[in-house]
């Protein structure tokens, strides 16, 4: 008997000694976590920090609400924007969520009445359906609808 119970008490302490070290280990595992999400926290902090004081006159940005502006004077921690010309707010620096580059004009060439696009160009859109044909299209050349609105091409 004594036998027995000393090998269950052997049995019991081997046990209860590794169960100590997987806690040890997870412990130690999720505080080298903790410690690497809090330096990469501080490290945007800095970054944002740094950014904000940075900031000068001329540069575009948009707040962290979304509104975008153009710097037209810092003084201390206030920042004037001017959103559309003439129109200015005052902001607090924190509130400058980043530095966006200026809008350039659309690189899509505007057609106007002097360029070299043909009336074979220009798509003709009935104003209601009384001018299609069943398969979509419109029908023959006598039947568009006119400025009167009723669709039967006569005046």
Do not use: C
């Not at 806690?23 to 976590?33: E, H, K, P």
């Not at 966006?100 to 160009?121: F, K, M, N």
């Amino acid at each position: 008997m004594q036998h027995i119970q000393a090998a269950t008490e052997a049995a019991g302490s081997s046990s209860g000694g590794g169960s100590n070290y997987t806690f040890l280990i997870i412990l130690l595992v999720l505080l080298v976590g903790l410690f690497l999400l809090s330096r990469r926290t501080q490290k945007k902090q800095k970054d944002a920090q740094s950014f904000r004081s940075n900031l000068t006159p001329g540069q575009d940005v948009m707040t962290a609400s979304g509104m975008l502006g153009r710097i037209v004077e810092v003084d201390g921690d206030e920042i004037t924007i001017e959103s559309t010309p003439g129109t200015r707010s005052r902001w607090v620096r924190a509130a400058i969520a980043k530095v966006v580059e200026p809008t350039a004009a659309t690189d899509a060439p505007a057609v106007t009445a002097g360029s070299d696009a043909t009336d074979d160009d220009v798509l003709e859109v009935p104003d209601d359906l009384s001018g299609l044909t069943g398969d979509g299209s419109l029908g023959d050349d006598t039947h568009r609808p006119d400025d009167s609105g009723k669709g039967d091409g006569s005046k």
